[in-house]
């Protein structure tokens, strides 16, 4: 389809493993963004990608938390030493607009469990 | 710290009444505003937004209401629909690229 894609939709990890969530933007979105949000929750921003810009980090958690996009367009969360505080759903979202004056596409996210 | 705030977790109604959903913000940067509605098991998905020059925005039965004094803005539904069940999120920015996010206002119409 047309929309972000996010890949895989559920995964249940071992604490202390490390997990990569991807995302698909919609083509030709410039800017990709990551949230996560935990149980009771509302969206926590956790990074944004804007061109070729030095992303934004200013959400990540910890360092255990990093993101990369390749070319412009797919982008991969990864987690370190996964602990139980990480599960929540993680959400990826694209938009056109340089500005925040846009609204954003998101994906159906990746639920990490971990154990 | 929950810049942007959704104090009603929940909300029932009755199909063909009006729902009012309710958000509350705390910074005052704060220039445009949106709000997002999500169902089970898929991505929120944008509803309507309003900039901060005006106090209303209207989209067929989905309206939306800024008083900039109170810093409180609401989501109008009217009439509503079973279809309008879902988690409606409101969301603010600064006009830059980060957003803040409401904990989210579970709606259930009912038929």
């Known amino acids: 389809g047309a929309g972000v894609s996010q890949s895989p939709s559920n995964k249940v990890t071992e604490k202390g493993k490390d997990v990569e969530l991807r995302c698909d933007p919609i083509?030709?979105?410039?800017?990709l963004y990551w949230y996560r949000q935990s149980l009771g929750q509302g969206l926590e921003f956790l990074i944004y990608?804007?061109?070729?810009?030095?992303?934004?980090k200013s959400g990540l958690p910890s360092d255990r938390f990093s993101a990369e996009r390749t070319g412009g367009s797919v982008s991969t969360l990864t987690i370190q030493r996964t602990q139980q505080e990480d599960s929540a759903v993680y959400l990826c979202?694209?938009?056109?607009?340089?500005?925040?004056?846009?609204?954003?596409?998101f994906g159906a996210g990746t639920r990490l469990s971990v154990l | 710290d929950q810049q942007v705030k959704q104090n009603s977790p929940s909300l029932s109604v009755q199909e063909g009444r009006i729902s009012i959903l309710n958000c509350d913000y705390t910074n005052s940067m704060f220039d445009y505003f949106l709000w997002y509605k999500k169902y089970p098991a898929e991505g929120p998905t944008f509803l309507i937004s309003?900039?901060?020059?005006?106090d209303k925005n209207e989209d067929g039965r989905f309206t939306v209401f800024l008083n900039k004094s109170a810093k409180h803005l609401s989501l109008h539904i009217v009439p509503s629909q079973p279809g309008d069940s879902a988690v409606y999120f409101c969301?603010?920015?600064?006009?830059?690229?980060?957003?803040?996010f409401g904990t989210g206002t579970s709606l259930t119409v009912i038929p």
């Open positions: 979202a694209s938009s056109l607009a340089r500005t925040g004056k846009n609204f954003q596409y």
């Open positions: 309003i900039s901060s020059i005006k």
């Open positions: 990608f804007q061109g070729n810009s030095a992303p934004d």
């Open positions: 083509s030709g979105h410039t800017a």
């Open positions: 969301a603010a920015s600064e006009g830059g690229n980060q957003f803040y």
